[in-house]
């Protein structure tokens, strides 16, 4: 089964995906670009904070660095397994290279569906909807 894939921008959104997950594999995705301003320890800390009410959730955290290569690197430093980056192919081919040496995943542009928990009323009932 492949993980659910949403972007959320906050504590709540993020813990109404994982309840909504009920332990089915869930992708937890930044704000595109969201890491070059706020640094990629705040997306972290905010996943880890909702998986520790979810011991049955089973979350990876994707960082979006848009096209910032640097901020994908200090995603990576970070601990980071995912990571978004939509930049130039070059500098993707060199971030993919780091990024196997760490056991970790660059990824390009979203290919598969995903729930955008922007301006969203009531997350909760989103995610439901989405893992049905």
Not at 98 to 124: F, S
């Amino acid at each position: 089964m492949h993980p659910k894939r949403i972007i959320v921008y906050s504590l709540d959104q993020a813990r109404a995906a994982l309840e909504a997950a009920a332990g089915r594999p869930v992708i937890l995705i930044s704000a595109r670009g969201m890491a070059g301003f706020m640094g990629p320890l705040w997306f972290k800390v905010l996943v880890e904070e909702a998986a520790a009410g979810y011991p049955q959730a089973t979350v990876t955290a994707a960082l979006d660095v848009a096209d910032e290569a640097g901020t994908a690197l200090a995603g990576l430093r970070c601990g980071f397994k995912l990571v978004r980056f939509t930049g130039p192919e070059e500098a993707r081919a060199r971030l993919d290279d780091i990024a196997r040496q760490m056991g970790a995943t660059v990824e390009g542009a979203l290919t598969e569906e995903t729930l955008d928990l922007l301006d969203c009323k009531d997350p909760l009932a989103s995610c439901r909807t989405f893992f049905a």
